[in-house]
């Protein structure tokens, strides 16, 4: 777990400076996580890559409220495997 956080803070920086156009807020219902999952991978859909991974954390997000924290856990490892893969200059890949 220490070494996620660290890994996840980086990626979640380097996809969130280059991709401030997604509002997802306006996807969010919090009342209804599974609603808003579903809302997040139509996004997905259409999405560019950098917003495809941001998504892909709300949709961890949804698994944490809904109290299923390994899926969250499972859906942020895959996250930060995909940044990874796609961003050339992701810190300590």
Request: glycine letters at 6%.
């Given at each position: 777990m220490t070494l996620i956080r660290p890994l996840l803070l980086s990626t979640l920086s380097i996809v969130w400076s280059n991709a401030m156009a997604l509002d997802v807020?306006?996807?969010w219902d919090y009342a209804n996580p599974a609603l808003s999952e579903q809302?997040?991978?139509?996004?997905?859909?259409?999405?560019s890559r950098d917003d495809a991974l941001i998504l892909q954390t709300q949709i961890a997000?949804?698994?944490?409220?809904?109290?299923?924290?390994l899926r969250a856990r499972e859906a942020l490892a895959s996250t930060?495997?995909?940044?990874?893969?796609?961003?050339?200059n992701c810190y300590p890949c």
């Open positions: 807020s306006s996807l809302r997040f991978r139509d996004a997905i859909n259409t999405a997000r949804t698994h944490g409220l809904r109290g299923d924290f930060i495997l995909a940044a990874a893969l796609t961003q050339p």
